[in-house]
């Protein structure tokens, strides 16, 4: 029997060790395919491009979220129309962020690519591109204000805007008369001054409807043209708010009875329109006898328009004016005024004025307040 063999020449089964052996023949051989040699080396590189990538978000994340650079408080202006690299740009080179592209894929990251809005903003010492993200999303800006009082004419009201040096572009064409609302009206740095008169404009056209559909009955008025006319001449007569309903009674009262108005006001409007009366220029009787169609000393009835832009409470007050007899008033010395149903009563409040002109030396509102003593 030869060595290494088993009767019938049956073959001796591999030990242990060779079948360990030949199992790694067959996976050097395997290795060394190229298709597993390229594939293994694919996963390599995106295990370590995914490593990277997380890597860069976390370092992404940690800059967006971390302090930033302001050492002081700061204003931006975001421009409108601006996109989202624009406002990121000008973020970074107004120091208030320190990269522009972290910012910007940030941003989209949270969705808010398309939510921040214009306007001037204030950020704190070390905001953070969050922070500043936050901010711009949620519209907090800064608010200017402007303020109208009643009473002004539009050329006033327009030269106040054309001052305001947050508000931008040119102002529209003039619009009529009594069509703006006298308000304190709020808006951020870089809004038009287009905007802000039409936003006037429609304030004092819904409030003037509103009153206009609650006046009182038989009021000697034919349209919302004559009312807003009236309550216009009512508030240049009185900047006292509890007396526009006395005021309005005595307009009323003489409109029914065909007398005229005789209010000084409109013959300054009359003569020098929307600019006004100069400071030093008194009203003559020169100015009392002019035909213009403004002057009420001369025509029956109301002007052809507003003399100004009368606010709420002279809107009311024409709407539902005080229940009175009364057809005059003059200045009393105190800043009001005193009433009278009759030309005899009236005399009598005019000299007791004239008397306190005379002790206080003051001349100035000798002519030009009230109604004046003039028969029916």
């Keep these: 029997?030869?060595?290494?063999?088993?009767?019938?020449?049956?073959?001796?089964?591999?030990?242990?060790?060779?079948?360990?052996?030949?199992?790694?023949?067959?996976?050097?051989?395997?290795?060394?395919?190229?298709?597993?040699?390229?594939?293994?080396?694919?996963?390599?590189?995106?295990?370590?491009?995914?490593?990277?990538?997380?890597?860069?978000?976390?370092?992404?994340?940690?800059?967006?979220?971390?302090?930033?650079?302001?050492?002081?408080?700061?204003?931006?202006?975001?421009?409108?129309?601006?996109?989202?690299?624009?406002?990121?740009?000008?973020?970074?080179?107004?120091?208030?962020?320190?990269?522009?592209?972290?910012?910007?894929?940030?941003?989209?990251?949270?969705?808010?690519?398309?939510?921040?809005?214009?306007?001037?903003?204030?950020?704190?010492?070390?905001?953070?591109?969050?922070?500043?993200?936050?901010?711009?999303?949620?519209?907090?800006?800064?608010?200017?204000?402007?303020?109208?009082?009643?009473?002004?004419?539009?050329?006033?009201?327009?030269?106040?805007?054309?001052?305001?040096?947050?508000l931008a572009g040119d102002l529209p064409p003039m619009v009529p008369e009594g069509t703006l609302l006298p308000e304190t009206y709020r808006f951020t740095r870089g809004q038009s001054r287009a905007e802000i008169v039409q936003q006037m404009s429609a304030a004092q056209s819904k409030l003037v409807q509103d009153i206009w559909a609650d006046r009182a009955p038989n009021l000697p008025i034919s349209d919302v043209g004559q009312f807003v006319t009236l309550a216009s001449i009512v508030e240049k007569e009185t900047g006292i708010a509890s007396e526009r309903p006395h005021v309005a009674s005595v307009f009323v009262n003489r409109l029914r009875k065909n007398m005229r108005l005789q209010s000084d006001p409109t013959i300054i409007y009359g003569i020098w329109g929307g600019a006004g009366k100069p400071p030093n220029e008194p009203i003559r009787q020169s100015h009392i006898q002019g035909e213009t169609p403004y002057n009420t000393y001369v025509i029956r009835g109301l002007p052809p328009g507003p003399i100004a832009n009368p606010g709420r409470a002279a809107l009311e007050a024409v709407a539902h004016p005080l229940d009175t007899d009364d057809l005059y008033f003059v200045a009393d010395g105190t800043g009001g005024h005193a009433f009278a149903s009759t030309l005899d009563q009236h005399n009598v409040n005019v000299r007791r004025y004239r008397a306190i002109e005379r002790q206080t030396a003051n001349d100035q509102n000798a002519t030009g307040t009230g109604v004046r003593a003039i028969a029916p």
């Design 1 to 166: 029997m030869t060595s290494g063999t088993q009767p019938n020449d049956t073959p001796i089964p591999p030990t242990v060790e060779e079948m360990r052996a030949a199992r790694r023949r067959r996976r050097s051989r395997g290795a060394r395919n190229g298709f597993v040699i390229a594939m293994n080396f694919l996963f390599t590189i995106a295990l370590f491009l995914a490593i990277g990538a997380g890597a860069l978000l976390w370092w992404g994340k940690g800059q967006f979220e971390g302090r930033g650079p302001l050492a002081a408080e700061a204003t931006y202006l975001v421009p409108r129309g601006g996109g989202l690299d624009g406002i990121a740009n000008g973020l970074e080179r107004a120091g208030i962020i320190s990269n522009a592209s972290i910012f910007e894929y940030g941003v989209r990251l949270e969705g808010a690519g398309g939510q921040l809005k214009a306007g001037e903003y204030a950020f704190a010492p070390g905001a953070s591109m969050r922070d500043v993200m936050e901010t711009l999303r949620d519209g907090d800006a800064i608010l200017h204000a402007v303020t109208v009082p009643e009473g002004w004419t539009v050329a006033q009201i327009y030269a106040r805007l054309a001052a305001e040096e947050a």
